[in-house]
């Protein structure tokens, strides 16, 4: 049970960082990324930029997320329905294990939605890019989102 509590907290953790919104600022013809967490999309924009990715790419790349997005909250929306079930259970005198078993099989049911919908995303995403652009991301993914807009001692800054 407990697994399932720290999974939903990552998964409502990743979908509000992503959800923050894009923002950025359009100069002759080409987009100048403003990152570092400010706006309604700051680590969009950050992965964005250190991608270079092109207005039809961002299009595409933005249109998976907000879908994705989407999708999370309608489930999260139907997970959060379930509190009454669970808190009705836990006041009963006796444990209701039955009722608790199909509560926490409509949340398996989202997961696998919430699954399904980001294994989409990130095909479209993955179509979306070049070579050299997935090289990057899947770095990325690997060492961490640590480090957009901070000037540390030997990270990105050339130090």
Not at 1 to 17: A, E, K, Q
Request: proline share 1%; net charge positive.
């Amino acid at each position: 049970m407990f697994g399932f509590i720290i999974g939903t907290l990552c998964l409502v953790g990743l979908v509000r960082v992503v959800a923050r919104g894009r923002w950025g600022r359009r100069y002759g013809g080409y987009y100048r990324h403003h990152h570092g967490g400010y706006g309604r999309r700051g680590a969009l924009n950050a992965v964005l930029a250190r991608l270079d990715t092109a207005p039809g790419q961002e299009k595409v790349i933005a249109s998976a997320v907000d879908d994705f997005i989407g999708r999370a909250r309608e489930t999260g929306r139907e997970v959060r329905d379930t509190r009454k079930a669970v808190a009705d259970a836990l006041r009963a005198d006796h444990l209701d294990e039955g009722r608790l078993n199909e509560v926490f099989g409509r949340h398996d049911a989202a997961l696998d939605q919430i699954r399904r919908a980001g294994v989409e995303s990130a095909r479209k995403i993955h179509e979306a890019l070049d070579e050299r652009q997935r090289k990057i991301l899947g770095d990325l993914v690997e060492n961490g989102f640590y480090g957009f807009g901070h000037h540390r001692h030997g990270y990105g800054c050339g130090c």
